[in-house]
């Protein structure tokens, strides 16, 4: 069955502090995305991965970075986090005929103190 | 600039009711939609997708879609719903086949009454 997993479900932070949220797959997906999910405005794309070290900047890449050394893992990365970036990060993934998220996981909820 | 409206926040229905979550959008080109599913507690499960042809597009959990161009709507249809349906419903909308920019609506709650 297929499978994406997020290291965390839950996690704190303080306000300045570098952030990793990491996320694996198991279907060999070329294609790798990170949403953040808020009340009332749905899901917003941060950054696409089309392939090992390649990637697009979404709707609101501002404050984030991400990481793709292995096909496998997609990493988002909160250079200084800030209060605004408490949400909720969705990891998700689609094989090469799809530009599409298909398959998601099952979140991380970020809170910045 | 492409936008996905879903007008209903909020639906109850009793199970084994029928199901109609409205999706209505703004592009000015053939689009590319999507509906998902958000269980509590759960990403995102993609249901069925819209790209051409048949217009009736059928899709995983006995859920099926139907896409009017005069109408700008892609609403989503169950015809006997099931208490395990109870969860947020999104519709999204892409710009092309290989897009990979979708715009989300802000998504409807279904809550299922036993």
């Known amino acids: 069955d297929v499978k994406v997993t997020q290291s965390s479900r839950y996690l704190v932070k303080r306000t300045g502090e570098k952030v990793f949220l990491e996320c694996v797959q198991d279907?060999?997906?070329?294609?790798m995305f990170w949403y953040r999910q808020d009340p009332g405005l749905g899901l917003r794309l941060i950054y696409f991965?089309?392939?090992?070290?390649?990637?697009e900047k979404g709707d609101i890449p501002e404050g984030y970075s991400v990481s793709r050394e292995k096909k496998e893992r997609f990493s988002l990365i909160l250079e200084s986090a800030s209060t605004n970036q408490t949400s909720m990060y969705l990891c998700?993934?689609?094989?090469?005929?799809?530009?599409?998220?298909?398959?998601f996981g099952d979140g991380t909820r970020l809170s910045i103190l | 600039a492409q936008s996905v409206t879903q007008p209903d926040i909020h639906i109850t229905v009793s199970e084994g009711a029928s199901l109609e979550l409205r999706c209505n959008y703004s592009?000015?080109?053939?689009?590319?939609l999507f509906w998902y599913v958000q269980s509590p507690g759960q990403g995102l499960q993609l249901l069925l997708k819209?790209?051409?042809?048949?217009?009736l597009v059928q899709g995983i959990k006995g859920f099926e879609a139907e896409f009017k161009r005069s109408q700008s709507s892609f609403n989503l249809r169950k015809p006997s719903v099931h208490w395990s349906d109870a969860a947020e419903y999104f519709c999204?909308?892409?710009?092309?086949?290989?897009?990979?920019?979708?715009?989300f609506g802000k998504g409807t709650k279904l809550s299922v009454i036993p």
């Open positions: 998700a993934s689609s094989y090469p005929r799809s530009n599409q998220p298909q398959h």
């Open positions: 279907m060999d997906h070329e294609n």
């Open positions: 991965s089309y392939d090992v070290k390649m990637k």
């Open positions: 592009y000015g080109a053939t689009p590319y």
């Open positions: 819209y790209f051409s042809g048949d217009t």
């Open positions: 999204s909308l892409g710009s092309g086949a290989g897009s990979y920019q979708l715009t």
